[in-house]
């Protein structure tokens, strides 16, 4: 079978340590070109990797007959332009999260898939893990009952990626931690809830910590940083969620917060059961002939989701499974992020459509 010639657009730590080995593993893929507006950080993957061609202008890479698939690991901002204009270049295209930096570029992209009959898949890793497939079946096969309300997130101590660069400059990132962390969590959540329609949200934003430069987590080398660089997005943020079947989910976010430890969070509650995902941690809360009980499943510890989101974008592109993810719950997500930075700002619940 002739593998899939992937062009890469952005080579930064993401690429590298999250994209790069899944396509250097997967035996059905092949990385030929890669490109960044960092020609020399491009040629140093492409020759630690045998990569043969390297470009600085994603117009270049795209407008090539031989490649497949483009890898879109850009700053947020130039998601949605690299993705549409790979699209319609023909390109199947799996870009990094989150999806765009505001709904009308989101929307552009998932217009763009449609129009072109190709496979756009978004970076949601976090459906992947044994964990998140097992708490969506349980779901599924009704073991929860009604689910009704939950809570998630992501909050760091003090981890904040790239200070002074494009993480924690709003015009090149859309956001701070809730569109950089938030998006991860608040996707999970919903997922497993059966995807139900968002269709009021309310929130608040804060930033406490742009002066503060000590680090605890390891997240905190993502980006380059910039001394006296832009620090104009939030470090922590939270939210409200209301959806069309009566659920509610709350959300927090945070890049720098005063907490006991970094964790990543998801909470819901059904009508049967109850459960509580944090970090790894996997927690059932239910009733056994009358009797409250406290279950902890055996799901494998795998982080490998980056992977196993890659390897079934391979198998979407060559036909052997539906897509897990579609370009419409992206555009969902996008919206809410965008209405918890509305309401902040006005004070007010914002609808969406």
């Given at each position: 079978m002739k593998k899939l010639r992937i062009g890469v657009v952005g080579t930064g730590n993401i690429f590298r340590f999250a994209h790069l080995p899944a396509w250097l593993e997967n035996p059905e893929t092949e990385i030929v070109a890669v490109c960044d507006a960092n020609r020399a950080g491009a040629q140093k993957v492409a020759d630690e990797y045998g990569i043969p061609d390297v470009y600085e202008d994603y117009r270049e890479l795209i407008a090539r007959d031989d490649i497949d698939v483009v890898n879109v690991c850009t700053p947020n901002v130039y998601h949605s332009e690299v993705s549409v204009a790979a699209l319609r270049a023909g390109k199947h295209v799996m870009c990094e999260k989150p999806d765009a930096i505001n709904p009308d570029e989101a929307?552009?992209?998932?217009?763009?898939?449609?129009?072109?009959?190709?496979?756009?898949?978004?970076?949601?890793?976090?459906?992947?893990?044994?964990?998140?497939?097992?708490?969506?079946?349980?779901?599924?096969?009704?073991?929860?009952?009604?689910?009704?309300?939950?809570?998630?997130?992501?909050?760091?101590?003090?981890?904040?990626?790239?200070?002074?660069?494009?993480?924690?400059?709003?015009?090149?990132?859309?956001?701070?931690?809730?569109?950089?962390?938030?998006?991860?969590?608040?996707?999970?959540?919903?997922?497993?809830?059966?995807?139900?329609?968002?269709?009021?949200?309310?929130?608040?934003?804060?930033?406490?910590?742009?002066?503060?430069?000590?680090?605890?987590?390891?997240?905190?080398?993502?980006?380059?940083?910039?001394?006296?660089?832009?620090?104009?997005?939030?470090?922590?943020?939270?939210?409200?969620?209301?959806?069309?079947?009566?659920?509610?989910?709350?959300?927090?976010?945070?890049?720098?917060?005063?907490?006991?430890?970094?964790?990543?969070?998801?909470?819901?509650?059904?009508?049967?059961?109850?459960?509580?995902?944090?970090?790894?941690?996997?927690?059932?809360?239910t009733e056994i002939e009358g009797t409250l009980c406290d279950v902890i499943p055996h799901v494998p510890r795998d982080s490998g989701g980056h992977k196993n989101n890659i390897y079934h974008f391979v198998d979407v592109v060559r036909g052997r499974a539906e897509p897990i993810f579609v370009p419409q719950q992206g555009v969902d997500v996008i919206k809410i992020l965008s209405a918890i930075y509305e309401s902040a700002q006005t004070g007010r619940e914002v609808r969406l459509d």
């Open positions: 929307g552009k992209m998932a217009e763009a898939a449609k129009a072109s009959g190709k496979v756009l898949m978004v970076m949601r890793n976090n459906r992947y893990r044994p964990v998140s497939r097992f708490l969506k079946s349980y779901v599924e096969n009704g073991h929860m009952g009604e689910v009704y309300a939950g809570r998630c997130g992501w909050v760091r101590r003090r981890g904040i990626p790239g200070k002074g660069g494009w993480f924690t400059t709003k015009a090149l990132s859309g956001g701070g931690p809730l569109i950089d962390l938030g998006v991860h969590m608040i996707d999970l959540a919903i997922w497993i809830m059966g995807n139900p329609k968002p269709v009021a949200v309310s929130g608040s934003v804060y930033t406490k910590f742009a002066h503060d430069d000590k680090s605890d987590s390891e997240h905190s080398a993502f980006g380059s940083k910039q001394a006296n660089g832009t620090f104009d997005v939030e470090d922590l943020a939270t939210g409200y969620i209301r959806f069309e079947n009566g659920a509610t989910l709350q959300v927090e976010c945070s890049w720098a917060s005063n907490i006991g430890e970094e964790s990543r969070f998801v909470e819901l509650r059904g009508t049967k059961a109850g459960f509580s995902l944090v970090n790894d941690d996997l927690k059932l809360f």
